[in-house]
């Protein structure tokens, strides 16, 4: 079979992946509801898979649907940039782009990201600057930056990425030797590891009550500049920390890191991408915050 022909099948699955509902799609495709349900099922009668499991309380991914998700997500947004492409410029992106970034959106977003936009793109030519200290695009010749936490006012736009709270985090092997962690009252008495942003007291809201907020002042038994040399210390037994969870995902499913007192978060991170055009945006800026916004957003399904 021509694999062409399933390209409206492709963006129909994912539109009802993100409907949760073959009736909002349809809506929002303007199709019937047949319709859409005879595309995923000719959707997995050409890859002999189940992809979808309807149940009552309505329906969830398979294993190879959520592997075939992943690619027609991507197939969303590739479409939409075609036309951005169009609308914004006729000439295609070449040359430096250059990003600052935190390390915590390094590894598992910028650079899938960046890989993906290099294809893309192949003309372009990346210039990363990892740090979480503030950079100013104009003053050290940024195009964008990856901005972590609340934004300040500046002549610059920002695009959404997502947010993240901050967790507590420890290693199983730090427990067994430490013994249980089930109050604030034995966080006090940890090794605590503080992050470079993180001063005393540290303050803490209550998921069950939005409204209670307590300051815990912990004394630092170590301190670092980077949160990837922090992460590291509680991988390697050596205290407990406060670290946003999306970070942590990958380590809490292997089970290399457990979550402490999930009734309690820390500091709230929303991320935005800041960029300094103030016209139409180059397609491939536009681009890259659909990319780091996607891997993002991946970080919850880790």
Not at 51 to 58: I, K, M
């Amino acid at each position: 079979m021509n694999n062409l022909k399933l390209l409206a099948p492709l963006l129909t699955f994912a539109e009802v992946v993100n409907k949760q509902s073959f009736t909002l799609a349809s809506q929002s495709l303007g199709m019937s509801k047949s319709a859409v349900s005879q595309q995923v099922k000719r959707l997995e009668e050409h890859t002999g898979q189940q992809l979808l499991s309807r149940h009552t309380r309505g329906m969830s991914l398979t294993a190879a649907g959520e592997r075939l998700l992943a690619r027609c997500e991507l197939l969303q947004e590739q479409v939409a940039l075609a036309f951005d492409e169009i609308a914004y410029s006729k000439e295609e992106p070449s040359g430096p782009f250059a990003i600052t970034l935190p390390h915590s959106c390094e590894t598992n977003i910028v650079i899938p990201a960046l890989n993906q936009l290099c294809t893309e793109f192949p003309k372009i030519e990346p210039r990363l600057v990892v740090t979480d200290q503030t950079q100013d695009l104009i003053r050290d010749k940024l195009d964008v930056a990856i901005y972590a936490g609340e934004l300040k006012d500046s002549n610059y736009r920002a695009l959404p990425i997502g947010a993240s709270d901050e967790v507590f985090c420890v290693s199983p092997i730090y427990l067994q030797k430490h013994g249980p962690i089930e109050a604030l009252d034995d966080v006090m008495k940890q090794r605590w590891i503080s992050a470079p942003w993180q001063r005393t007291p540290i303050t803490l809201r209550n998921k069950r009550d939005l409204g209670d907020e307590l300051q815990l002042d912990l004394h630092s038994t170590l301190e670092t500049n980077t949160l990837t040399s922090t992460l590291d210390m509680v991988l390697r037994e050596m205290g407990i920390a406060l670290l946003p969870e999306f970070v942590l995902k990958n380590e809490f499913k292997n089970g290399r890191l457990v979550r402490l007192l999930p009734e309690y978060h820390g500091r709230h991170w929303p991320f935005h991408l800041v960029h300094r055009f103030h016209g139409e945006k180059p397609a491939h800026i536009t681009r890259f915050h659909q990319l780091v916004k996607y891997f993002f957003g991946k970080t919850d399904l880790q």
